[in-house]
């Protein structure tokens, strides 16, 4: 079956400071793979999206992804952190013929100022 | 804009009572989806539809029951036969593959 694993819940960095979140995939097919966010009782917002191509993916609020097919892995990456980057990360697979999205259980990030 | 709806934010419910949150969106997506997301467990699909009139159940449907007589409309019954409803419900829709849209959820809670 597919999954999506997001090894860390919880993640705390300084601002400013690099942030790397983590996403590992597994399923048979090229995935549709996907990075959401969301602030405490919001909906969710599209940060990006691998479809195919280019595997160095560019997001919005300066957040990037890079899909590595040899790792079945999708990390989220951000060179400098801001305050109001707290919030939680969702990665997620399109499975199937019906687009149905499958999602990890999401990491938590906390910003220290 | 376009975008999805979902009301009420807030809903409370008592035992043994059926309650139902509204979806509404006017992307004019075909397909649309219900989410039950609790702390720690990130997203369950509970059920969803790719066109009008058909849906079909996702991963935690039982307790629960949709519609889909509008393409803009995919209303979600929590029935009493669900013994654990309080979460936050989250409805989107999408387009192909090009990403859902979601919407800003209803946190029900019993009471």
């Known amino acids: 079956a597919q999954s999506v694993t997001q090894p860390d819940i919880h993640i705390t960095v300084s601002e400013g400071a690099s942030l790397e979140l983590r996403c590992n995939y597994s399923?048979?097919?090229?995935?549709?793979l996907f990075w959401y966010v969301q602030s405490p009782g919001q909906g969710l917002q599209l940060l990006l999206k691998?479809?195919?191509?280019?595997?160095l993916v560019q997001g919005i609020k300066g957040f990037e992804a890079e899909f590595k097919r040899s790792q079945s892995s999708f990390n989220l990456r951000k060179p400098s952190v801001h305050w109001s980057d707290a919030a939680e990360y969702f990665c997620a697979v399109v499975t199937g013929t019906a687009s149905k999205l499958t999602f990890g259980t999401g990491t938590r990030l906390q910003v220290t100022l | 804009d376009g975008g999805i709806t979902q009301s009420p934010k807030y809903l409370f419910r008592k035992e043994g009572q059926n309650v139902t949150l509204s979806c509404e969106q006017n992307l004019n997506h075909d397909a649309m989806y219900w989410y039950r997301q609790d702390p720690g467990q990130g997203l369950r699909l509970i059920y969803y539809s790719q066109i009008v009139n058909d849906f079909q159940k996702g991963d935690i449907a039982e307790g629960y029951s949709v519609s889909r007589e509008k393409k803009e409309s995919f209303p979600l019954t929590v029935t009493s036969a669900q013994k654990n409803p309080t979460a936050f419900y989250l409805c989107?829709?999408?387009?192909?593959?090009?990403?859902?849209?979601f919407g800003s959820g209803t946190r029900l809670t019993v009471v």
């Open positions: 989107a829709s999408s387009s192909e593959f090009y990403g859902y849209t």
């Open positions: 399923y048979g097919a090229t995935p549709y």
């Open positions: 691998y479809f195919s191509g280019d595997t």
